[in-house]
DNA sequence: TGTACATCAGTGAACGCGCGTTCACTGATGTAC
DNA sequence: TGTACATCAGTGAACGCGCGTTCACTGATGTAC
């Protein structure tokens, strides 16, 4: 049952973007092949005629989901509190694919670091375009910090989303996230030097 | 082939810290319980003589993982600069098990937001435990803002430990830490207030 | 434009493998007399 | 203190199951004439 180029391209593009909520709510582990193609509509046998393995899936699933992340993120605020306004919103519950709450780097960080080179590759650059969109919205900040405040702000938050996730006390999963927009957020708190 | 009380006692104690290493090194999806006996010095079959579930021993594994960070963290240095010297450590890559390197939140993250009520638990009451050690060597702040400051440290190095183990450039990795180390350790950096 | 044929996306059965778990068996331990 | 017996840690084979992957087959698509 042969279909056309068109139709190819969408199966294929189908699998990958099915792939990555799979792998958001089961980890990159815990979600089959059979699993991500049944949720995408096909049977698994058809799997390997669009990839050579699942780790290959893997590795695109991850640059796709941190595009989207970017992408949501570089559309987002511009202007004096862009850098703020990010953090708000990478913090905040809602609106998944726009938040570290539907970013790889929280959802399978620990397996990321465990995963094939293309995969480790596809979540380094993701982390780095992220950086370069919150250096751009930090314009305010001499250039030399700039670099470092991104990375801090960006590490932190994963971090808090992290625990949050992980704790099995909603009151404490609410502190963290605060406390982390809360000292992210407060202009010249991530500036400082040492000492 | 039974053994005596002590020796039943001492082989269970051995098969949880080998799991520990285990499932450090693997994931607890990664490490199988063969694998984990075998590492013992025993074969699979006598697993079950002690824990009535994988999920069991993942629970205590976890819980036994934080214990020991608590431990070393506790017994490390006081005074006025405890809560900065605990940050350096906790970030430092030697001495696994007394530094971040070695802690269930940072090699198992992701997989710990989708464990077992009893393993979620362990990882919760370890995480609080580091948080009572740090507020007790920060004394020299406010106690409003000591619980505070001892979340936001611990869930940015958290992030920052995981997102040096996922980046796959070096220099990127030791630029992560640096910034969490100078950032976290510059007194008042993380006590100032909104706005 | 119409026809013949190679291509190949999708199906569903099957493969080998490793997983968590169970079980009959062994034999030293701890206990009851 | 010595003897008989129930206990139970450890072994290794076996269980059912789900995994990633392969394959013969189907039939519509795209291509060559």
Redesign the pocket.
């Known amino acids: 049952?042969?279909?056309?180029?068109?139709?190819?391209a969408e199966?294929?593009k189908r699998i990958v973007e099915t792939a990555v909520r799979e792998f958001r709510q089961k980890g990159f582990?815990g979600?089959?092949?059979?699993?991500i193609?049944k949720a995408a509509?096909?049977?698994?046998?058809?799997?390997?005629?669009?990839?050579?393995?699942?780790?290959q899936l893997i590795a695109e699933a991850c640059a796709a989901s941190m595009d989207t992340l970017v992408d949501n993120a570089s559309g987002a605020a511009e202007g004096e509190n862009a850098f703020l306004s990010d953090i708000e919103s990478f913090i905040s519950s809602e609106n998944r694919d726009g938040c570290l709450g539907g970013c790889p780097l929280v959802l399978v960080g620990s397996e990321l670091a465990r995963s094939d080179p293309e995969t480790r590759q596809a979540a380094t650059r993701g982390f780095r375009s992220l950086m370069d969109v919150m250096v751009k919205k930090n314009l305010c900040r001499s250039t030399d910090r700039a670099d470092g405040d991104a990375v801090f702000a960006l590490s932190a938050m994963i971090g808090a989303v992290t625990m949050s996730r992980i704790v099995d006390d909603p009151e404490l999963s609410t502190l963290i996230l605060e406390e982390a927009k809360r000292r992210l957020a407060a202009p010249g708190s991530h500036a400082s030097a040492r000492r």
Do not use: C, I, N, P
């Open positions: 049952v042969k279909k056309s180029k068109a139709e190819t199966t294929r582990q979600a089959g092949v059979a699993d193609m509509g096909l049977t698994h046998g058809a799997f390997y005629r669009h990839f050579d393995s699942k780790d």
